[in-house]
């Protein structure tokens, strides 16, 4: 066929788009397990757990850690068996100086767009005097994170 014949010509232009918009998602969670714990070695014990995340690269995040589901009334975390509780501690750094909660204590970040595993430092300071309070038994607390973003 014939093919046709054009008079002149227009250009006009569009821009194609899209927006990243920061976002997270938890991939893996590793339990704080302080194992069996030898009643007779007092003194502070340590344990490390994690939460991994994948977050949007350059975004600001947060990782907020509740007090558990046996929160004592001062705001504390401790595991319980039965009505017996043990008191412990979660940190964001090894040197378990800046503690992990909610608010102005949670864990802040910017992502990198690839998997990041956050450690969760647990300390339970096991006392003599603590004894008497903590039978025989498996003790557990559930604690919640929650990432912002």
């Known amino acids: 066929g014939a093919r046709p014949v054009f008079a002149g010509t227009d250009a006009s232009n569009f821009q ?5 918009v920061p976002s997270c998602k938890f991939t ?3 339990d704080v397990d302080f194992g069996a714990l030898d009643v007779y070695g007092f003194g502070t014990k340590m344990a490390i757990g994690s939460v991994s995340v994948l977050c949007t690269k350059s975004g600001s995040y947060t990782i907020e850690l509740d007090n558990g589901v ?4 001062a705001g ?5 068996s039965g009505v017996a509780v043990i008191p412990y501690e979660l940190y964001q750094d090894e040197q378990t100086t800046k503690l992990w909660k909610t608010g102005t204590d949670a864990l802040a ?3 990198s767009g690839l998997r990041e595993e956050k450690i969760v430092y647990g300390v339970l300071t096991w006392t003599e005097d603590m004894l008497p309070n903590a039978p025989v038994g498996s003790y ?3 604690v919640t994170a929650t990432v912002n973003f």
């Open 16 to 20: 194609v788009k899209t927006d990243v």
């Open 28 to 30: 893996v969670a590793n």
């Open 70 to 73: 046996n929160p004592t009334g």
């Open 76 to 80: 504390g975390r401790q595991m319980a």
């Open 109 to 111: 970040f910017v992502g």
């Open 140 to 142: 557990v607390d559930l």
